[in-house]
Structures are given as C-alpha cells and as structure tokens.
C-alpha cells in the first residue's frame, strides 16, 4: 500500500520553463490536495480536487494549473515557473477525518 | 474563513522540561483540529487530532492537546521534553462536511531542545 505518490522528488528549473508534478493515491479518497511549503508560512493550499473531474482554488493559485482526470491522480502544472515558486510541494488526499500526504517535491527555480 | 494561529515561530525548551506549543483557530463551525510534526527534510506526520469526541486528546510520542472551545485553542503539550523532539510542528483546522475538506495550516512553530 503505497499511500500518496509524488513525482518528481527533486527538480531544477529555469525560469520560463513549464513542468508538471504528479500526484498518484491508492486509497480511493475522492479528495486531493496541492500545498506549497516556504519557511515562517506553513503550508498554503494551491488548488484542490473534491472529486474526479474537479478541481477548486485554493490560498495561492496564480502561477499554477491542476487537473484530474483520474480518480487517483492530481497533477500540479508550472506554466512558465518563476523564481518565487521555489518551494517545497506537497500533495495529500483525504477520506472524513484521515489525511495522507506525500513526501514532497523540492523544486529551484532559478 | 477558517484560521489558525500559532503563537511563537520558534519554542526552545531544555531537556525534561515542559513543551507547550500554542495554536488558536477561528472558525464559524466546529472543526475539526490537527498537529502535524516535521522532521527535517522529511513529511508531515499525524501527531493527533481533535474531531470532536473527548476534548483531550493523546497522540504519539507522549504529546496531547486540550480543545478549549471558550478560548479558541488547541495547544499541545508534552511533561517532558527529549532531544529527539526538535522539529517543526504545525497545527492545522478543517470543516470535514464542507470546502471539501480543506486543511488550514498554521504558519509552524520550529520546537528546540537544549541538552
């Protein structure tokens, strides 16, 4: 049981570049999330999923895209990545009271 | 709008001490509430979490909270302190049935040990 899959676990961009982050659970949760981690803020919500072929926005989703076409994967897309998305991300879904997240991707714009 | 505050971005405590990590949060329904510790370079991990059984809460590694609904708080707390628990810990709130579950972090407080 793998829980909740992030690919890639490290990546450097230049800025302009797109890229996209994958998100895979085997749980079945019909809820996914994107989060963002940068020090002294927490982690911020980008956008969300509450179910196949939806997505919502979050805190602080400008410079991002989200689809889900399947049930078990949220994709996370970088248009033209900046240097202020250098962060950490993480990707978590849910069912009730149970949260399970990633082990995040760190990703350099430079 | 959901919220959640923690008092003081850096806690440092010495060994054997008490640790109290503070967290208020705001929101117009009862939430539901969570710790969340991260070591570094690692995940977030489930410390514990309040959905509105028993107000005091036990998690893992001997830390439990006090949900004060008169006071708005969810402080965590542990008798005494090892080395090992220097981290950073993060208090987040949700409304289950509603915004799709959305989690709301708090901003992390980053818990010291002193030998």
């Known amino acids: 049981n793998a829980g909740v899959t992030q690919t890639p676990k490290f990546r450097v961009l230049k800025t302009g570049q797109s890229m996209t982050l994958l998100c895979a659970q085997d749980?079945?949760?019909?809820?996914m999330y994107w989060y963002r981690q940068d020090p002294g803020m927490g982690l911020r919500l980008i956008h969300y999923?509450?179910?196949?072929?939806?997505?919502a926005k979050g805190e602080v989703p400008d410079g991002y895209n989200v689809s889900r076409l399947k049930k078990q994967n949220f994709l996370l897309g970088l248009e033209s990545a900046a240097p202020s998305q250098t962060s950490v991300y993480f990707c978590?879904?849910?069912?009730?009271?149970?949260?399970?997240f990633g082990s995040g991707t760190r990703l350099t714009v430079v | 709008a959901q919220s959640v505050t923690q008092l003081g971005s850096h806690v440092s405590v010495s060994e054997g001490a008490l640790v109290l990590l503070r967290c208020n949060y705001s929101?117009?329904?009862?939430?539901?509430l969570f710790w969340y510790v991260q070591y570094p370079n690692q995940g977030l991990q489930l410390l514990l979490k309040?959905?509105?059984?028993?107000?005091l809460v036990k998690g893992i590694n001997g830390f439990e909270a006090e949900f004060k609904k008169s006071e708005t708080s969810f402080h965590l707390t542990k008798p005494s302190a090892h080395m090992s628990d220097a981290a950073e810990y993060f208090c987040?709130?949700?409304?289950?049935?509603?915004?799709?579950?959305?989690?709301?972090f708090g901003q992390g407080t980053e818990l010291s040990v002193k030998p």
């Open positions: 978590a879904s849910s069912y009730d009271s149970l949260y399970t």
């Open positions: 749980m079945n949760h019909e809820y």
């Open positions: 999923s509450v179910g196949e072929g939806t997505t």
């Open positions: 929101s117009s329904v009862p939430p539901y």
């Open positions: 309040y959905t509105s059984a028993a107000t």
């Open positions: 987040a709130v949700t409304k289950i049935y509603n915004q799709g579950g959305k989690l709301i």
